[in-house]
Protein backbone atom coordinates (compact mmCIF):
# COMPACT_ATOMS: atom_id res chain seq x y z
CA UNK A 1 0.00 0.00 0.00
CA UNK A 2 1.10 3.55 -0.88
CA UNK A 3 1.42 6.41 1.44
CA UNK A 4 -1.10 8.62 1.52
CA UNK A 5 0.56 11.90 -0.46
CA UNK A 6 0.57 15.03 2.18
CA UNK A 7 -1.68 17.69 0.78
CA UNK A 8 -1.25 20.20 2.99
CA UNK A 9 -0.96 23.12 1.41
CA UNK A 10 2.46 26.15 1.76
CA UNK A 11 0.15 27.94 4.25
CA UNK A 12 -0.76 25.43 6.52
CA UNK A 13 2.74 24.08 6.83
CA UNK A 14 3.83 27.36 7.11
CA UNK A 15 1.28 27.85 10.50
CA UNK A 16 2.09 24.35 12.29
CA UNK A 17 6.18 25.57 11.49
CA UNK A 18 5.37 28.60 13.26
CA UNK A 19 4.14 26.47 16.26
CA UNK A 20 7.70 25.55 16.82
CA UNK A 21 9.39 27.65 19.09
CA UNK A 22 12.90 28.64 18.22
CA UNK A 23 16.03 29.54 20.65
CA UNK A 24 16.66 33.46 20.20
CA UNK A 25 20.27 33.46 19.37
CA UNK A 26 20.78 37.03 19.37
CA UNK A 27 19.36 36.92 23.13
CA UNK A 28 21.40 34.72 24.66
CA UNK A 29 24.32 35.78 26.69
CA UNK A 30 26.93 34.38 24.27
CA UNK A 31 29.75 37.28 22.82
CA UNK A 32 29.23 39.00 19.57
CA UNK A 33 32.81 38.96 19.03
CA UNK A 34 36.20 36.70 18.96
CA UNK A 35 37.56 33.24 17.45
CA UNK A 36 36.61 29.90 19.29
CA UNK A 37 37.15 26.28 18.26
CA UNK A 38 34.80 23.56 18.74
CA UNK A 39 37.60 20.17 18.70
CA UNK A 40 36.21 16.53 18.34
CA UNK A 41 37.38 14.29 21.58
CA UNK A 42 37.21 10.90 20.38
CA UNK A 43 38.16 10.27 16.63
CA UNK A 44 38.67 7.00 14.74
CA UNK A 45 40.62 4.72 16.52
CA UNK A 46 42.06 2.83 12.93
CA UNK A 47 42.21 6.22 10.70
CA UNK A 48 42.03 9.36 13.21
CA UNK A 49 39.77 10.86 11.52
CA UNK A 50 36.57 12.44 12.56
CA UNK A 51 33.08 12.52 11.01
CA UNK A 52 29.87 13.74 12.50
CA UNK A 53 26.75 15.54 11.54
CA UNK A 54 23.97 16.91 13.38
CA UNK A 55 20.93 19.46 12.64
CA UNK A 56 19.06 20.32 15.97
CA UNK A 57 17.83 19.10 19.30
CA UNK A 58 14.90 20.33 21.74
CA UNK A 59 15.71 22.30 24.71
CA UNK A 60 14.57 19.72 27.36
CA UNK A 61 13.10 21.98 29.83
CA UNK A 62 11.23 24.87 27.42
CA UNK A 63 10.83 22.81 24.66
CA UNK A 64 12.62 24.92 22.07
CA UNK A 65 14.36 23.91 19.40
CA UNK A 66 18.51 24.75 18.73
CA UNK A 67 18.99 24.24 15.03
CA UNK A 68 18.71 26.82 12.13
CA UNK A 69 15.34 26.81 9.60
CA UNK A 70 16.33 25.63 6.28
CA UNK A 71 13.01 25.22 4.65
CA UNK A 72 9.42 24.05 5.99
CA UNK A 73 8.85 19.81 5.25
CA UNK A 74 5.74 17.94 4.05
CA UNK A 75 4.36 17.57 7.57
CA UNK A 76 4.58 21.52 8.49
CA UNK A 77 7.78 21.31 10.62
CA UNK A 78 10.83 23.02 10.26
CA UNK A 79 13.80 20.96 8.12
CA UNK A 80 17.01 22.20 9.88
CA UNK A 81 20.63 22.88 8.00
CA UNK A 82 22.86 20.20 8.68
CA UNK A 83 26.30 21.07 10.60
CA UNK A 84 28.87 18.99 9.74
CA UNK A 85 32.21 18.55 11.70
CA UNK A 86 35.34 16.61 9.93
CA UNK A 87 37.20 17.84 12.41
CA UNK A 88 38.58 21.07 15.00
CA UNK A 89 36.67 23.97 13.58
CA UNK A 90 37.04 27.91 14.18
CA UNK A 91 33.65 30.36 14.29
CA UNK A 92 33.56 34.04 13.98
CA UNK A 93 31.35 34.81 16.37
CA UNK A 94 31.25 38.23 14.65
CA UNK A 95 29.20 36.18 11.70
CA UNK A 96 25.94 35.81 12.60
CA UNK A 97 25.36 32.21 10.90
CA UNK A 98 28.92 31.04 12.74
CA UNK A 99 27.59 31.90 15.84
CA UNK A 100 24.61 30.52 15.63
CA UNK A 101 25.89 27.13 14.68
CA UNK A 102 28.49 27.68 17.71
CA UNK A 103 25.46 28.39 19.90
CA UNK A 104 24.22 24.99 18.60
CA UNK A 105 27.09 22.86 19.12
CA UNK A 106 27.68 24.88 22.18
CA UNK A 107 24.40 23.42 24.07
CA UNK A 108 24.46 20.24 22.38
CA UNK A 109 24.23 17.24 24.55
CA UNK A 110 27.91 15.61 23.50
CA UNK A 111 29.94 18.87 23.71
CA UNK A 112 31.93 19.43 27.52
CA UNK A 113 30.00 21.12 29.97
CA UNK A 114 27.11 21.60 28.26
CA UNK A 115 23.88 22.29 29.93
CA UNK A 116 22.62 19.34 28.74
CA UNK A 117 25.43 16.99 28.53
CA UNK A 118 24.91 13.41 28.82
CA UNK A 119 26.56 10.37 27.98
CA UNK A 120 30.33 10.04 26.27
CA UNK A 121 31.31 13.44 25.13
CA UNK A 122 31.96 14.37 21.23
CA UNK A 123 33.29 17.68 21.71
CA UNK A 124 35.21 20.45 23.48
CA UNK A 125 35.31 24.27 23.66
CA UNK A 126 37.89 26.44 23.09
CA UNK A 127 38.02 29.65 23.77
CA UNK A 128 41.07 31.65 23.65
CA UNK A 129 39.64 34.58 25.48
CA UNK A 130 37.58 32.70 27.74
CA UNK A 131 41.07 30.75 28.42
CA UNK A 132 43.08 33.79 29.11
CA UNK A 133 40.41 35.21 31.40
CA UNK A 134 40.45 32.40 33.67
CA UNK A 135 44.49 31.92 33.77
CA UNK A 136 44.08 36.04 35.14
CA UNK A 137 41.81 35.09 37.87
CA UNK A 138 43.71 31.95 38.55
CA UNK A 139 46.80 33.96 38.87
CA UNK A 140 45.11 36.65 41.04
CA UNK A 141 43.70 34.55 43.18
CA UNK A 142 46.73 32.34 43.62
CA UNK A 143 48.99 35.81 44.48
CA UNK A 144 46.34 36.63 46.95
CA UNK A 145 46.04 33.24 48.43
CA UNK A 146 49.81 32.99 48.95
CA UNK A 147 50.22 36.50 50.30
CA UNK A 148 47.57 35.06 53.05
CA UNK A 149 49.77 32.40 53.61
CA UNK A 150 53.01 34.25 53.55
CA UNK A 151 51.44 36.24 56.39
CA UNK A 152 49.68 33.39 59.00
CA UNK A 153 53.50 31.90 57.96
CA UNK A 154 55.85 34.67 58.20
CA UNK A 155 54.42 36.87 61.53
CA UNK A 156 54.49 35.06 64.91
CA UNK A 157 51.26 37.32 65.79
CA UNK A 158 49.47 34.86 63.45
CA UNK A 159 50.29 32.04 65.15
CA UNK A 160 46.65 31.15 66.01
CA UNK A 161 45.04 31.95 62.94
CA UNK A 162 47.65 29.70 60.87
CA UNK A 163 46.92 26.68 63.40
CA UNK A 164 42.66 26.99 63.35
CA UNK A 165 42.76 28.03 59.68
CA UNK A 166 44.72 24.77 58.90
CA UNK A 167 42.66 22.85 60.77
CA UNK A 168 39.46 23.71 58.10
CA UNK A 169 41.67 21.51 55.60
CA UNK A 170 41.77 18.70 57.38
CA UNK A 171 45.50 19.19 58.79
CA UNK A 172 46.09 17.73 62.27
CA UNK A 173 48.43 20.80 64.88
CA UNK A 174 48.39 18.13 67.53
CA UNK A 175 50.10 15.39 65.51
CA UNK A 176 52.52 17.67 62.83
CA UNK A 177 55.25 19.70 63.66
CA UNK A 178 54.40 23.92 63.03
CA UNK A 179 57.13 23.77 60.04
CA UNK A 180 55.03 20.88 57.84
CA UNK A 181 51.62 22.46 58.71
CA UNK A 182 53.22 26.05 57.33
CA UNK A 183 54.23 23.52 54.49
CA UNK A 184 50.77 22.14 53.69
CA UNK A 185 49.32 25.52 53.84
CA UNK A 186 51.85 26.68 51.25
CA UNK A 187 50.72 23.71 49.45
CA UNK A 188 47.26 23.95 49.52
CA UNK A 189 47.20 28.01 48.64
CA UNK A 190 49.48 27.08 45.69
CA UNK A 191 47.52 24.09 44.66
CA UNK A 192 44.06 25.25 45.07
CA UNK A 193 44.16 29.05 45.01
CA UNK A 194 40.23 29.35 44.53
CA UNK A 195 39.50 26.94 47.01
CA UNK A 196 41.25 28.59 49.91
CA UNK A 197 40.26 32.09 49.72
CA UNK A 198 36.75 30.56 49.43
CA UNK A 199 37.06 29.17 53.12
CA UNK A 200 39.17 32.48 53.95
CA UNK A 201 36.94 35.10 53.04
CA UNK A 202 33.86 34.13 54.52
CA UNK A 203 34.70 34.93 58.22
CA UNK A 204 31.97 34.38 60.06
CA UNK A 205 31.84 31.01 58.21
CA UNK A 206 35.60 30.27 58.90
CA UNK A 207 35.68 31.28 62.42
CA UNK A 208 32.54 28.95 62.63
CA UNK A 209 34.35 25.72 61.43
CA UNK A 210 37.65 26.56 62.97
CA UNK A 211 35.83 26.36 66.45
CA UNK A 212 34.31 23.35 65.56
CA UNK A 213 37.52 21.76 64.64
CA UNK A 214 38.95 22.69 67.89
CA UNK A 215 36.06 21.32 69.77
CA UNK A 216 36.19 17.91 67.92
CA UNK A 217 40.42 17.74 68.39
CA UNK A 218 39.81 18.95 72.41
CA UNK A 219 37.17 16.55 73.34
CA UNK A 220 34.23 19.33 73.90
CA UNK A 221 32.54 17.83 70.51
CA UNK A 222 32.05 14.05 70.35
CA UNK A 223 30.43 11.79 68.28
CA UNK A 224 28.36 9.46 69.74
CA UNK A 225 27.21 5.83 68.40
CA UNK A 226 23.39 6.16 67.39
CA UNK A 227 23.10 10.70 68.11
CA UNK A 228 25.42 12.01 65.77
CA UNK A 229 27.97 14.75 66.91
CA UNK A 230 26.85 15.82 70.47
CA UNK A 231 28.51 19.01 72.54
CA UNK A 232 27.12 19.60 76.20
CA UNK A 233 24.81 16.85 76.02
CA UNK A 234 22.81 18.29 73.06
CA UNK A 235 22.96 16.57 69.81
CA UNK A 236 23.82 18.64 66.62
CA UNK A 237 24.06 17.03 63.64
CA UNK A 238 25.51 14.26 62.33
CA UNK A 239 27.95 15.62 59.55
CA UNK A 240 30.33 19.29 59.73
CA UNK A 241 28.05 20.58 57.59
CA UNK A 242 25.44 20.28 59.80
CA UNK A 243 27.00 20.91 62.67
CA UNK A 244 28.27 24.54 61.05
CA UNK A 245 24.52 25.56 60.41
CA UNK A 246 23.81 24.57 63.94
CA UNK A 247 26.18 27.01 65.16
CA UNK A 248 25.72 29.68 62.68
CA UNK A 249 21.94 29.46 63.71
CA UNK A 250 22.70 29.31 67.58
CA UNK A 251 25.32 32.33 68.36
CA UNK A 252 25.57 31.65 72.28
CA UNK A 253 26.37 27.73 71.37
CA UNK A 254 28.48 28.82 69.02
CA UNK A 255 30.51 31.54 71.62
CA UNK A 256 30.46 28.72 74.26
CA UNK A 257 32.10 26.61 72.26
CA UNK A 258 34.67 28.96 70.57
CA UNK A 259 35.65 29.98 74.66
CA UNK A 260 35.81 26.67 76.15
CA UNK A 261 37.89 25.35 73.22
CA UNK A 262 40.50 27.50 73.43
CA UNK A 263 41.29 27.31 77.12
CA UNK A 264 41.18 23.64 76.56
CA UNK A 265 43.46 23.55 73.40
CA UNK A 266 46.97 23.24 74.03
CA UNK A 267 47.88 24.76 70.90
CA UNK A 268 46.14 28.36 71.65
CA UNK A 269 48.19 31.53 72.44
CA UNK A 270 46.06 33.33 74.90
CA UNK A 271 48.64 35.77 76.17
CA UNK A 272 48.87 36.30 72.30
CA UNK A 273 45.13 36.55 71.70
CA UNK A 274 44.87 39.46 74.49
CA UNK A 275 47.73 41.39 73.10
CA UNK A 276 46.38 41.18 70.06
CA UNK A 277 42.94 42.22 70.75
CA UNK A 278 44.28 44.94 73.00
CA UNK A 279 45.80 46.98 70.19
CA UNK A 280 42.91 46.46 67.85
CA UNK A 281 40.97 48.04 69.99
CA UNK A 282 43.22 51.23 70.13
CA UNK A 283 43.42 51.46 66.89
CA UNK A 284 40.18 51.35 65.77
CA UNK A 285 38.29 54.11 64.89
CA UNK A 286 40.62 56.47 66.01
CA UNK A 287 40.93 54.90 69.75
CA UNK A 288 36.73 54.88 69.74
CA UNK A 289 36.71 50.66 69.92
CA UNK A 290 33.69 49.07 68.92
CA UNK A 291 31.89 46.76 71.47
CA UNK A 292 32.24 43.61 69.35
CA UNK A 293 36.23 44.42 70.30
CA UNK A 294 35.38 45.29 73.61
CA UNK A 295 34.26 42.12 74.53
CA UNK A 296 37.02 40.29 72.74
CA UNK A 297 39.23 41.65 75.27
CA UNK A 298 37.29 40.53 77.96
CA UNK A 299 36.60 37.30 76.64
CA UNK A 300 40.45 36.81 76.40
CA UNK A 301 41.47 38.44 79.61
CA UNK A 302 38.61 35.91 81.50
CA UNK A 303 40.33 33.13 79.63
CA UNK A 304 44.14 33.94 80.85
CA UNK A 305 42.90 34.92 84.51
CA UNK A 306 40.39 31.25 84.45
CA UNK A 307 43.83 29.49 83.45
CA UNK A 308 46.18 31.68 86.22
CA UNK A 309 43.70 31.05 88.53
CA UNK A 310 43.92 27.54 88.37
CA UNK A 311 47.81 27.47 88.12
CA UNK A 312 47.73 29.34 91.33
CA UNK A 313 45.01 27.57 93.35
CA UNK A 314 47.14 24.43 92.55
CA UNK A 315 50.15 26.19 93.63
CA UNK A 316 48.44 27.31 97.08
CA UNK A 317 47.28 23.31 97.65
CA UNK A 318 50.95 22.47 96.67
CA UNK A 319 52.07 25.03 99.90
CA UNK A 320 49.27 24.29 102.03
CA UNK A 321 49.87 20.52 102.27
CA UNK A 322 53.86 21.16 102.85
CA UNK A 323 53.28 23.55 105.43
CA UNK A 324 50.63 21.08 107.25
CA UNK A 325 53.61 18.20 106.86
CA UNK A 326 56.35 21.07 108.59
CA UNK A 327 53.56 21.68 111.25
CA UNK A 328 52.95 17.89 112.23
CA UNK A 329 56.66 17.19 112.09
CA UNK A 330 57.15 20.31 114.52
CA UNK A 331 54.53 19.01 116.85
CA UNK A 332 56.18 15.60 116.72
CA UNK A 333 58.64 16.69 118.21
CA UNK A 334 57.19 18.63 120.85
CA UNK A 335 55.71 15.32 121.71
CA UNK A 336 58.94 13.62 121.63
CA UNK A 337 60.15 16.11 124.48
CA UNK A 338 58.00 15.91 126.38
CA UNK A 339 57.00 19.67 126.30
CA UNK A 340 53.07 19.85 127.85
CA UNK A 341 50.80 19.31 125.50
CA UNK A 342 48.65 22.30 126.31
CA UNK A 343 50.85 24.76 125.82
CA UNK A 344 52.38 23.59 122.24
CA UNK A 345 49.03 22.05 121.37
CA UNK A 346 47.21 25.22 120.22
CA UNK A 347 50.01 26.41 117.85
CA UNK A 348 48.97 26.01 114.32
CA UNK A 349 51.74 27.67 112.59
CA UNK A 350 55.97 27.13 111.65
CA UNK A 351 57.08 30.15 113.38
CA UNK A 352 54.64 29.86 116.42
CA UNK A 353 55.95 26.00 116.82
CA UNK A 354 60.08 27.12 116.53
CA UNK A 355 59.64 30.08 118.73
CA UNK A 356 58.50 27.66 121.82
CA UNK A 357 60.61 25.11 120.94
CA UNK A 358 63.81 27.46 120.97
CA UNK A 359 62.04 28.64 124.64
CA UNK A 360 61.77 25.18 125.96
CA UNK A 361 65.56 24.64 125.44
CA UNK A 362 66.67 27.43 126.58
CA UNK A 363 64.97 26.50 129.65
CA UNK A 364 66.85 23.45 130.23
CA UNK A 365 64.65 20.90 128.31
CA UNK A 366 66.47 17.94 126.95
CA UNK A 367 66.76 16.42 123.44
CA UNK A 368 67.53 13.07 124.29
CA UNK A 369 64.05 11.57 123.75
CA UNK A 370 64.06 12.54 120.15
Known sequence: MKPKKNTMGVKDRMLNAVEQELVDFDAMDIPHE???TVEPIRKNKVSGDFNHSLSCYQHPETGEWFGIPQSIGEDGKYLFRRIRMTGSKDFNLKNPAERAEFIILMHYPGTVDSPFQSGKAKYRIYDPLAEAEKDILKHSARRKANGIVDKLIDDDESKN???GFSRIFGFKPESEHLTIIKKLML???ENDPHGFLEKWENKELRNA????????ATGLIKNMPGKGYVFNSIPIGSSEQIMTSYFLENTDSMHQLDIESKAKDKLFDHELSVKLAQEEVKVSSNGNATKALVEEVKEAVVELVVEETEE???AEVADLAEVKAMVTELQNKCRKRSYPAEEWNA???????????????SGGYEDENE
Open 161 to 163: DLI
Open 187 to 189: DKA
Open 312 to 314: EEE
Open 347 to 361: LSTIGELQDYMTSKA
Open 34 to 36: GIV
Open 209 to 216: QIAIKRGI
